[in-house]
Nanobody, 115 residues
Framework: QVQLVESGGGLVQPGGSLRLSCAASGFIFSNYAMNWYRQAPGKERELVAT???????NYADSVKGRFIISRVNAKNTVYLQMNSLKLEDTAMYYCNAQRLIWNYWGQGTQVTVSS
């Protein structure tokens, strides 16, 4: 049974940092691209960061230079280090695993940036 379990969300002040984790099970983690998406109220879900099975990374322009995605295949875990958080980073953050026709989602973890 495939599972993606996110953790690490919470309330943080502008300029602060959070690290999200996503623990995966039920599939061959190292074969999958791992992605972080987010969805703010009233907005569409957007791709924030991605790491390929080979470890290359890409970021949305809105988070470049502030967020870092990383993966540890030995732990079946992907991380999102979020620095210099802004009010507009407030959203539900979702972990996603993708390979060919297979696409898996976690339940999400809420990140709220507020003073």
């Amino acid at each position: 049974q495939v599972q993606l379990v996110e953790s690490g969300g919470g309330l943080v002040q502008p300029g602060g940092s959070l690290r999200l984790s996503c623990a995966a099970s039920g599939f061959i983690f190292s074969n999958y691209a791992m992605n972080w998406y987010r969805q703010a109220p009233g907005k569409e879900r957007e791709l924030v960061a991605t790491t390929s099975s080979g470890g290359s990374t890409n970021y949305a322009d809105s988070v470049k230079g502030r967020f870092i995605i990383s993966r540890v295949n030995a732990k079946n875990t992907v991380y999102l280090q979020m620095n210099s958080l802004k009010l507009e980073d407030t959203a539900m953050y979702y972990c996603n695993a993708q390979r060919l026709i297979w696409n898996y989602w976690g339940q999400g973890t809420q990140v709220t940036v507020s003073s």
